[in-house]
T-cell receptor
Framework: GAGVSQSPRYKVAKRGQDVALRCDPISGHVSLFWYQQALGQGPEFLTYFQNEAQLDKSGLPSDRFFAERPEGSVSTLKIQRTQQEDSAVYLC???????????????FGEGSRLTVL | GENVEQHPSTLSVQEGDSAVIKCTYSDSASNYFPWYKQELGKRPQLIID?????GEKKDQRIAVTLNKTAKHFSLHITETQPEDSAVYFC???????????????FGQGTTLQVKP
């Protein structure tokens, strides 16, 4: 695709419900990142994949958060038993790898805005 | 771990004036410093970036400077226009092992308002 695509764009969940957020990265991008952006704040790192391998999940706030990228392309961020503090925009970003192994520019999706009532 | 501080949190300038936003970082291993512009309800978009092997980079009205010794970097926008109004985020990317994973640690953001 032309850019990073995320769905749904908006999700309202009742406290305690499970939600799943999908990210379609730019075709061929090896690296995929999930960030959480609370209102008026900068994005905060959640987790990082290189192909299908989850190399860093140090930013996931609790064991209610789970991310996967089983075939090294599409990724899903799952939040179980949602709480009000989970309300935020969840941003996905993808990038290619430069020669030498460094990551290139991160391209962000429009985000999925989660509101937990 | 890395920590990025950004100042000011809000900045208001007259059209045509310059705007400067400053960031400091804590991890001397960080080697990649991008700046993102985010309009309300939109995705963050890269406007300029710098790697630690250079001290300054310029792209038309936008420039970034990096002082590795002091661990700070700045965004300079000259001849500001109303369409420059947005939230600007700086970020730092730690260098881990032999490469940079691209994981970004963001500052808190600066809301820039350019008055016509």
């Amino acid at each position: 695709g032309a850019g990073v695509s995320q769905s749904p764009r908006y999700k309202v969940a009742k406290r305690g419900q499970d939600v799943a957020l999908r990210c379609d990265p730019i075709s061929g991008h090896v690296s995929l990142f999930w960030y959480q952006q609370a209102l008026g704040q900068g994005p905060e790192f959640l987790t990082y994949f290189q192909n299908e391998a989850q190399l860093d999940k140090s930013g996931l706030p609790s064991d209610r958060f789970f991310a996967e990228r089983p075939e090294g392309s599409v990724s899903t961020l799952k939040i179980q038993r949602t709480q009000q503090e989970d309300s935020a925009v969840y941003l996905c970003a993808s990038s290619s790898l430069l020669a030498g192994g460094d990551t290139g520019e991160l391209f962000f999706g429009e985000g999925s805005r989660l509101t937990v009532l | 771990g890395e920590n990025v501080e950004q100042h000011p949190s809000t900045l208001s300038v007259q059209e045509g004036d310059s705007a400067v936003i400053k960031c400091t970082y804590s991890d001397s291993a960080s080697n990649y410093f991008p700046w993102y512009k985010q309009e309300l309800g939109k995705r963050p978009q890269l406007i300029i970036d710098i790697r630690s092997n250079v001290g300054e980079k310029k792209d038309q009205r936008i420039a970034v400077t990096l002082n590795k010794t002091a661990k700070h970097f700045s965004l300079h926008i000259t001849e500001t226009q109303p369409e420059d109004s947005a939230v600007y985020f700086c970020a730092a990317s730690p260098f881990v092992g032999s490469s940079n994973t691209g994981k970004l640690i963001f500052g808190q953001g600066t809301t820039l308002q350019v008055k016509p």
